[in-house]
């Protein structure tokens, strides 16, 4: 597992480059945030996560699949991985930020497009 990145992944990579290139300008992996995003748009008070469907278990994916073998380890690492979203998801909220997700599944299709249309929808807080 060492091999498995966290940050500058293609799922984000692919992200990021479609976003900058519609205007978009961003901060990455503020450490000082709520599990933190991927992306962050600090004068609208948006956060996005780009989550691998394995990884954080994307519900009804079949990239979601889990393992075979050791499926006791697997369970317990991927649950937990869930409950850690969710906890940052709702800190996030807490503060004021909305909080978007991306799967790695839906980056192929329009969900890029929608995405683009809710962080410009997203009112700017002052």
Known sequence: MAK???QNT????????YLH???????????DLPGKPDMVFPSRRVAVFVHGCFWHQHPGCRRAKLPQ???DFW???LEANVRR???????????GWTALVVWECEIEGDALEELYQRIQGSSIHK
């Open 4 to 6: 498995v990145r966290s």
């Open 10 to 17: 293609k799922p984000e990579l692919a992200v990021r480059r």
């Open 21 to 31: 290139a519609r205007g978009l300008r961003f901060r990455l992996h503020r450490r």
């Open 69 to 71: 073998t050791r499926a």
């Open 75 to 77: 369970r317990e690492k």
């Open 85 to 95: 979203d969710a906890a940052a998801l709702a800190a996030l909220e807490i503060l």
